[in-house]
T-cell receptor, first 117, second 113 residues
Framework: AQKVTQAQTEISVVEKEDVTLDCVYE???????LFWYKQPPSGELVFLIR??????QNEISGRYSWNFQKSTSSFNFTITASQVVDSAVYFC??????????????FGKGITLSVRP | DSGVTQTPKHLITATGQRVTLRCSPR?????VYWYQQSLDQGLQFLIQ???????AKGNILERFSAQQFPDLHSELNLSSLELGDSALYFC????????????FGPGTRLTVL
């Protein structure tokens, strides 16, 4: 069965610090998809990135970057020069083809990031 | 704005009651998913519909049921409510299935008193 582990539960940084959020996943499938979602204090879940298992290229989007390493089953998320608006709960999630056409997301427990001014 | 709408935003009810949560997917999306977020269980998948048919079931209680209508909107029905059903219920939609990104609605916060 698939599993997502976010070992860090809470992280607190000062504005402009870099911060890395860790995500480790388990799946028996060779085809799978990894996601990061952000849940700000307002409560909605905001999609940040999707990565498929065949694409190990790291991705950068502005201050956000993602490091996918199949060898260690990790998909880590780094925020560079953090800002107060980055304060939120961040979820890593996994969807794999074991479920066929069904694509339920298995979420980690989430990491609460607090960025202090 | 994800394009997924959910109503109502908040719902307060009493134990034993029945409520219906409504979701409209993004235009063009055929799959609808329901998730429950609670403090103790985290984010858990409940059920998926694709083009009107049930496709997958997760940890959904027998007291809960859902359906997807011909216009692709979906409803989640929760009955015989218990205090432990208090949670944030999210609807998500995607174009089809496994390779597609799920976009989430704003959620319905259910409080059972």
């Amino acid at each position: 069965a698939q599993k997502v582990t976010q070992a860090q539960t809470e992280i607190s940084v000062v504005e402009k610090e870099d911060v890395t959020l860790d995500c480790v996943y388990e799946t028996r499938d060779t085809t799978y998809y990894l996601f990061w979602y952000k849940q700000p204090p307002s409560g909605e879940l905001v999609f940040l990135i999707r990565r498929n298992s065949f694409d190990e290229q790291n991705e950068i989007s502005g201050r956000y970057s993602w490091n996918f390493q199949k060898s260690t089953s990790s998909f880590n998320f780094t925020i560079t020069a953090s800002q107060v608006v980055d304060s939120a709960v961040y979820f890593c999630a996994l969807s794999d083809s074991q479920t066929g056409a069904n694509s339920k997301l298995t979420f980690g427990k989430g990491i609460t990031l607090s960025v202090r001014p | 704005d994800s394009g997924v709408t959910q109503t109502p935003k908040h719902l307060i009810t009493a134990t034993g009651q029945r409520v219906t949560l409504r979701c409209s997917p993004r235009s063009g999306d055929l799959s609808v998913y329901w998730y429950q977020q609670s403090l103790d269980q985290g984010l858990q998948f409940l059920i998926q519909y694709y083009n009107g048919e049930e496709r997958a079931k997760g940890n959904i209680l027998e007291r809960f049921s859902a359906q997807q209508f011909p216009d692709l909107h979906s409803e989640l029905n929760l009955s015989s409510l218990e205090l432990g059903d208090s949670a944030l219920y999210f609807c998500a939609s995607s174009v089809r299935g496994v390779s597609d990104t799920q976009y989430f609605g704003p959620g319905t916060r259910l409080t059972v008193l």
